[in-house]
């Protein structure tokens, strides 16, 4: 029971943190109301949504992708768990980023898709081919796929710094100086690195299984329920304390550690509620969502600012629609794919 409410929270919060990405790449003001756009109603409430409160998406994604490498880990079990990382990020990294690359040879060269797109011919060459398979050249939110690839090779480092307190507290501050002074150092950057980090000492930290009665009931559940609620509160008062710090500071690092407690936030509060509903199917298609998403939601955003050119109102409806919209397109190509194509999907969902 308790792992299926651990995979529960886990495929909630995955589809919640999806959905919020949707939103930080679906903001279309200026695209509907020109340089005006960005302070109409419109453009506040998509920034209020899409450029603030969406932000926590990305140390959720790193965090918990910690908590699912390091529970229950071991060091014996780094090949097995390199393994399921190949096949579950480095083949659908490749292929979706040639995929992109074809697509967008293919765009930039007919009429109507290349005034979509807004781009010059994209240039056929082994260096162009390389760049695209390698660093996401043409498939830009492939960054944090890039990003997963590099911290899975270091988690066997990663596991061994977190063991310790003291050690886990020196890289921490390492990485918050690193923030701080805006230097990534490696192609890994450092607010990822301490996401990830942080989602490892917290897994590594809470790896003591409670104790239960004979009657296989945790004795202790009520009071870990109320204790939950309280971080969760703690989470969001740090979250918008440092948020503020944020703002009239100008500086990265209070950002990032806002971004992080208010993850902890929302993980916290899933915690929180008693019985989640169960899943809906669409809902373990997230990273098939990802990686389509980008693609038809520029092709919405441009599409229907051609046809309502000027309209506040039909701008924010869009944006507010669009993980409907993306949603709806990700279970038609996942209902496609498992029907006339399964290996392909396999290919490039990782059998997820």
């Given at each position: 029971?308790?792992?299926?409410?651990?995979r529960?929270?886990?495929?909630?919060?995955s589809?919640?943190?999806?959905?919020?990405?949707?939103?930080?790449?679906?903001?279309?003001?200026?695209?509907?109301?020109?340089?005006?756009g960005?302070?109409?109603?419109?453009?506040?409430t998509?920034?209020?949504?899409?450029?603030?409160?969406a932000?926590?998406?990305?140390?959720?994604?790193?965090?918990?992708?910690?908590?699912l490498?390091?529970?229950?880990?071991?060091?014996?079990?780094?090949?097995?768990?390199?393994?399921?990382?190949?096949?579950?990020?480095?083949?659908?990294?490749?292929?979706?980023?040639?995929?992109?690359?074809?697509?967008?040879?293919?765009?930039?060269?007919?009429?109507?898709?290349?005034?979509?797109?807004?781009?010059?011919?994209?240039?056929?060459?082994?260096?162009?081919?390389?760049?695209?398979?390698?660093?996401?050249?043409?498939?830009?939110?492939?960054?944090?796929?890039?990003?997963?690839?590099?911290?899975?090779?270091?988690?066997?480092?990663?596991?061994?710094?977190?063991?310790?307190?003291?050690?886990?507290?020196?890289?921490?501050?390492?990485?918050?100086?690193?923030?701080?002074?805006?230097?990534?150092?490696?192609?890994?950057?450092?607010?990822?690195?301490?996401?990830?980090?942080?989602?490892?000492?917290?897994?590594?930290?809470?790896?003591?299984?409670?104790?239960?009665?004979?009657?296989?009931?945790?004795?202790?559940?009520?009071?870990?329920?109320?204790?939950?609620?309280?971080?969760?509160?703690?989470?969001?008062?740090?979250?918008?304390?440092?948020?503020?710090?944020?703002?009239?500071?100008?500086?990265?690092?209070?950002?990032?550690?806002?971004?992080?407690?208010?993850?902890?936030?929302?993980?916290?509060?899933?915690l929180?509620?008693?019985?989640?509903?169960?899943?809906?199917?669409?809902?373990?298609?997230?990273?098939?969502?990802?990686?389509?998403?980008?693609?038809?939601?520029?092709?919405?955003?441009?599409?229907?600012?051609?046809?309502?050119?000027?309209?506040?109102?039909?701008?924010?409806?869009?944006?507010?629609?669009?993980?409907?919209?993306?949603?709806?397109?990700?279970?038609?190509?996942?209902?496609?794919?498992?029907?006339?194509?399964?290996?392909?999907?396999?290919?490039?969902?990782?059998?997820?």
């Open positions: 029971m308790r792992e299926k409410r651990f529960d929270n886990v495929t909630w919060m589809f919640l943190l999806t959905l919020l990405v949707i939103w930080t790449h679906a903001l279309n003001a200026e695209l509907f109301l020109g340089e005006t960005k302070s109409s109603a419109a453009g506040l998509e920034s209020l949504l899409g450029e603030h409160l932000q926590i998406a990305v140390p959720g994604f790193f965090m918990m992708s910690a908590v490498f390091f529970r229950n880990y071991r060091p014996e079990d780094t090949l097995r768990k390199w393994e399921r990382r190949f096949r579950s990020l480095v083949i659908p990294y490749f292929s979706w980023n040639l995929l992109y690359y074809l697509g967008y040879l293919i765009a930039t060269r007919a009429p109507v898709l290349r005034e979509i797109t807004g781009k010059e011919e994209v240039p056929v060459s082994l260096k162009e081919l390389l760049e695209a398979l390698l660093l996401y050249k043409y498939n830009h939110v492939f960054w944090f796929v890039f990003q997963l690839i590099l911290l899975a090779l270091l988690s066997p480092l990663v596991w061994y710094i977190v063991q310790r307190r003291t050690s886990f507290t020196v890289m921490f501050l390492l990485l918050c100086a690193f923030i701080f002074l805006k230097a990534d150092p490696t192609p890994l950057n450092s607010d990822a690195l301490l996401y990830y980090m942080t989602g490892a000492r917290a897994v590594t930290a809470l790896s003591q299984k409670p104790g239960r009665n004979r009657s296989g009931q945790d004795p202790g559940r009520n009071r870990r329920s109320q204790k939950t609620m309280r971080a969760g509160l703690v989470f969001m008062t740090a979250a918008l304390l440092l948020y503020c710090i944020a703002l009239i500071s100008r500086n990265d690092l209070p950002l990032v550690l806002s971004r992080l407690m208010a993850a902890a936030c929302l993980w916290t509060l899933l929180c509620i008693r019985k989640l509903p169960a899943p809906s199917p669409i809902m373990y298609e997230t990273f098939l969502i990802y990686a389509i998403h980008f693609a038809p939601l520029r092709l919405i955003n441009k599409s229907a600012a051609a046809l309502f050119p000027g309209n506040a109102a039909a701008a924010l409806l869009v944006f507010l629609l669009m993980p409907l919209m993306v949603l709806g397109i990700a279970w038609i190509v996942n209902r496609i794919g498992e029907k006339y194509c399964p290996a392909l999907l396999h290919l490039f969902t990782g059998g997820r």
